[in-house]
């Protein structure tokens, strides 16, 4: 891999949006850039982390100096910005769909197309890099400008019919309870306290990653919200499910936890 010249990137970026409107030829220029900072430790048999898809493996900085070329046109232009967020998805390379995924980001969040794609998009990602960026990235925008509709979303996704994005549902709600300036926890709990009721067994690891945020977010609240769910469930299956899962909690939590579900027991 060569050293990134950041004067010599910024222009390689510069020169490549200025095909913004031309999908077929941006991404032919995306992908002799995208070679050229190629890892080629890949091909000297090194273990590198591996992807399902086809990648390049350049440097972040590559990618991120585009994703800023490409931000106020993505703005302005919201059609042509859509129709090159496609083209860059059906490439199939790990590179063009993180850079789909960073467009999406920049999306309007009016535009039902971009529920549409993430909705669409997160189903069928494979590769565990790009279905973070899914979640957290293209989201960005809904999620800070319209966070009642963002919320609403997520809803959608925690139907008991919908069991196979609930995984997703709480690794898009997490980036939102991990920002400094959201306060509204409130119809969070009261869209899992519903949830938690039916959850499947074999989310474990997702429900302390949950349960993780909201405690960070609101140590008192989670902690109230934990007590009532456990007092009020009659689902022997979460009783187990929060006991087996209780030491891997934050400590502070573990004692409140702990009582809560022995009181339970005696009942």
Same mark, same amino acid.
């Given at each position: 891999?060569?050293?990134?010249?950041?004067?010599?990137?910024?222009?390689?970026?510069?020169?490549?949006?200025?095909?913004?409107?031309?999908?077929?030829?941006?991404?032919?220029?995306?992908?002799?850039?995208?070679?050229?900072?190629?890892?080629?430790?890949?091909?000297?048999?090194?273990?590198?982390?591996?992807?399902?898809?086809?990648?390049?493996?350049?440097?972040?900085?590559?990618?991120?100096?585009?994703?800023?070329?490409?931000?106020?046109?993505?703005?302005?232009?919201?059609?042509?910005?859509?129709?090159?967020?496609?083209?860059?998805?059906?490439?199939?390379?790990?590179?063009?769909?993180?850079?789909?995924?960073?467009?999406?980001?920049?999306?309007?969040?009016?535009?039902?197309?971009?529920?549409?794609?993430?909705?669409a998009w997160v189903q069928r990602a494979r590769d565990p890099q790009?279905?973070?960026a899914i979640l957290s990235i293209s989201l960005h925008r809904i999620?800070?400008?319209?966070?009642?509709?963002?919320?609403?979303?997520?809803?959608?996704?925690?139907?008991?019919?919908?069991?196979?994005?609930?995984?997703?549902?709480?690794?898009?709600?997490?980036?939102?309870?991990?920002?400094?300036?959201?306060?509204? /926890?409130?119809? *969070?709990? !009261?869209? $899992?306290? #519903? +949830? &938690?009721?039916?959850?499947? @067994?074999?989310?474990?690891?997702?429900?302390?990653?949950?349960?993780?945020?909201?405690?960070?977010?609101?140590?008192?609240?989670?902690?109230?919200?934990?007590?009532?769910?456990?007092?009020?469930?009659?689902?022997?299956?979460?009783?187990?499910? /929060?006991?087996? *899962?209780? !030491?891997? $909690?934050? #400590? +502070? &939590?573990?004692?409140?936890? @702990?009582?809560?579900?022995?009181?339970?027991?005696?009942?």
């Amino acid at each position: 891999m060569p050293a990134v010249d950041i004067a010599r990137l910024k222009m390689q970026a510069a020169t490549l949006v200025e095909k913004f409107d031309q999908p077929a030829v941006f991404i032919a220029e995306l992908h002799r850039i995208l070679d050229f900072y190629a890892d080629r430790t890949l091909r000297m048999g090194i273990a590198v982390p591996a992807s399902v898809l086809p990648a390049y493996r350049a440097s972040a900085a590559v990618l991120r100096q585009i994703e800023n070329e490409l931000a106020p046109l993505a703005t302005l232009f919201p059609e042509q910005s859509m129709a090159l967020t496609d083209a860059l998805w059906k490439e199939g390379y790990l590179e063009t769909r993180l850079l789909a995924a960073a467009l999406l980001g920049r999306t309007n969040p009016s535009s039902p197309l971009l529920t549409e794609r993430i909705a669409a998009w997160v189903q069928r990602a494979r590769d565990p890099q790009v279905r973070r960026a899914i979640l957290s990235i293209s989201l960005h925008r809904i999620r800070k400008e319209q966070p009642q509709r963002f919320i609403e979303l997520i809803q959608t996704w925690f139907q008991p019919e919908e069991i196979r994005q609930w995984s997703n549902a709480i690794y898009a709600l997490i980036p939102l309870l991990e920002d400094p300036e959201f306060e509204n /926890l409130p119809p *969070i709990y !009261n869209l $899992l306290s #519903p +949830a &938690l009721e039916k959850f499947p @067994t074999n989310l474990q690891p997702e429900l302390v990653d949950l349960l993780r945020a909201l405690y960070a977010a609101s140590p008192v609240e989670t902690t109230y919200f934990l007590k009532q769910t456990i007092a009020g469930t009659g689902n022997g299956q979460l009783l187990t499910l /929060l006991r087996r *899962i209780t !030491n891997q $909690l934050p #400590p +502070a &939590l573990q004692p409140a936890l @702990t009582e809560a579900l022995r009181q339970k027991g005696r009942r």
